[in-house]
């Protein structure tokens, strides 16, 4: 296993893990300064005031975004897979 190979499939995993996790973290950031803007306006600094949004959000996005997301790590699953014979012969 030669070290390009190495570097190749670490930068593949690296993508593949951003590709996953960046709609929601970007919703969650999104919704955390939309009530950090709304909190600061009304002087409201309540703490658990922004979980319960954050949690809808995301966990929506999530249900709507699994097919792409399964589609995602299916095609990187299958790519992996395939390659196998390759690595090691």
Same mark, same amino acid.
């Given at each position: 296993?030669?070290? &390009? @190979?190495?570097?190749? +499939?670490?930068?593949? =995993? +690296?993508?593949?893990? +951003? !590709?996953?996790? =960046?709609? !929601? @973290?970007?919703?969650?950031?999104? /919704?955390?300064? $939309?009530? =950090?803007?709304?909190?600061? $306006? #009304? &002087?409201?600094?309540? &703490? #658990?005031? /922004? %979980?319960?949004?954050? @949690?809808?959000?995301?966990? *929506?996005? %999530? ?16 790519? +992996?897979?395939? *390659?196998?014979? =390759?690595?090691?012969?």
């Amino acid at each position: 296993m030669s070290h &390009q @190979l190495v570097i190749d +499939l670490t930068r593949e =995993a +690296l993508v593949t893990a +951003l !590709m996953i996790a =960046a709609p !929601m @973290l970007l919703i969650a950031l999104g /919704v955390g300064l $939309v009530i =950090a803007i709304i909190q600061s $306006v #009304t &002087q409201i600094q309540e &703490q #658990t005031l /922004v %979980f319960v949004p954050k @949690l809808v959000l995301v966990g *929506g996005a %999530f249900i709507v975004g699994m097919p792409w997301l399964l589609q995602i790590l299916i095609r990187y699953t299958t790519q +992996l897979m395939r *390659g196998i014979p =390759a690595m090691v012969g």
